[in-house]
């Protein structure tokens, strides 16, 4: 449910961008989406093509890059992705591991003409 | 053209968060968001907490529900300043929600204002509102696994009650594994288990609480 009001800002962040850099049409934004955060890309997808309507970003094609949950064990140094059910480490399965990725959400660039 | 933005997508949100911490800090509000899923006993964790405390502070509660007034209606019977916000379908309150909520309220005396988020494990934890202290309950009866699969809302909570304690002996709850969830995306987090049906727990949850507002 959170994704309308996302997908507002994200509208409104690239309005922004583009009107600051004079161009007549969005064509691009990319996405980058930590695991953590719950947003569902088909959501924000549906809710764009609604929002952006007689916009000049309603062609626009939204790219997602995902950053999967990442957590960090103290023990051995090892960096790794959180598996969905089994959160020690994969290397010494250790426990003193702490998240360090995974919730990301912004918008790192865009194209437009 | 391509350019690099950069930028956080709730970065409005995050603004308006910080006019909410200014005028927080105006008027000598200590504030806490109160999250959970529907259930878990949000509002009766409120009432025991207003029980203990409001001879001792001064206490002002806004209730966010999506409909009805049921819960600013228990509420105000324990005769606190007592704001209903109806979200209006919205799943959460964000940083502007409670804006228009805090301009509308004199808070003049007020030491501690309590936002009773709307029932919801995952959209209130993606908004920054600009409050002291973020607390969440998680209920025996949901399970043991919450902290694997909303790992979010866990990571912004100073503070996880685990509620419904008295159920124990009907249910399945494996609290090292709870915790150990919890640990790994929030070991900062303080951890209290309690029950609002016996009192248990509830005081030293009231003890942190006051802590917290010293700081």
Redesign the interface.
Known sequence: MHELAITQNVLDIALEQAEKHDASKVTRINLVVGEMSGVVDECVQFYFEFLSKDTIASDATLSFERIPITAHCYDCDTTFPLAEFNWVCPNCQGSNIEVVAGRELYIDSMEME | ?????????????DRIAKRNRDLLDDKGVFALNLMASPGAGKTSLLLETIKRLKNKVNIAVIEADIASSLDADRISKEGVTTLQINTGG???V?ANMLNNALESMSLQGTDLLILENVG?L??PA??TLGVDRNAMISSIPEGDDKP?K???MF?VANAVLVNKIDLLPYVEFDFHNFS??V???N?KAELMQISCKTGEGIDEWVSWLLAEMKK
């Not at chain 2, 391509?2 to 409005?12: F, G, P």
């Open positions: 053209m391509e350019i690099k933005v950069l930028q956080d997508i709730l970065s409005a949100n919205d799943c959460h964000d919801n995952v959209c993606e908004f694997y909303y790992p979010l990571s150990r969830g640990s790994v995306v070991p």
